[in-house]
């Protein structure tokens, strides 16, 4: 399974973009996906997650309410703020319900994509 996450770009605050992650390979519906960023200076962290086999999505604190993620590996974002600023990756994997927020529960990586939020 390979992952491309793709629809960065440069927004100002309030604003709205849509990320998506196109996934290729003849497993890749069986995996659950997830979507991390990584702001300048900081650790890769969580941002949300889907679950495979029953849809259920799970959110950080910090884009509850704001980000949502669908089924279709997509991660609609609105209401950005400059604290949004990041390279978001997309990941799959078959992670467990304590471990979804963990880096290492995916083993499947997309290359970055960058969002920036102006103030």
């Known amino acids: 399974v390979q992952l491309q996450a793709y629809g960065g770009g440069l927004v100002q605050a309030g604003g709205s973009l849509r990320l998506s992650c196109a996934a290729s390979g003849r497993t890749a519906s069986s995996y659950s996906t997830a979507w991390f960023r990584q702001g300048p200076g900081k650790e890769r962290e969580f941002v949300a997650t889907?679950?495979?086999n029953n849809r259920r999505a799970y959110y950080a604190d910090s884009v509850k309410g704001r980000f949502t993620i669908s089924g279709d590996n997509a991660l609609q974002m609105n209401n950005l703020r400059p604290e949004d600023t990041s390279v978001y990756y997309c990941?799959?994997?078959?992670?467990?319900?304590?471990?979804?927020?963990?880096?290492?529960?995916?083993?499947?990586w997309g290359q970055g994509t960058l969002v920036t939020v102006s103030s």
């Open positions: 990941a799959a994997g078959r992670p467990i319900l304590s471990s979804m927020r963990e880096s290492s529960a995916y083993t499947i």
């Open positions: 889907m679950f495979r």
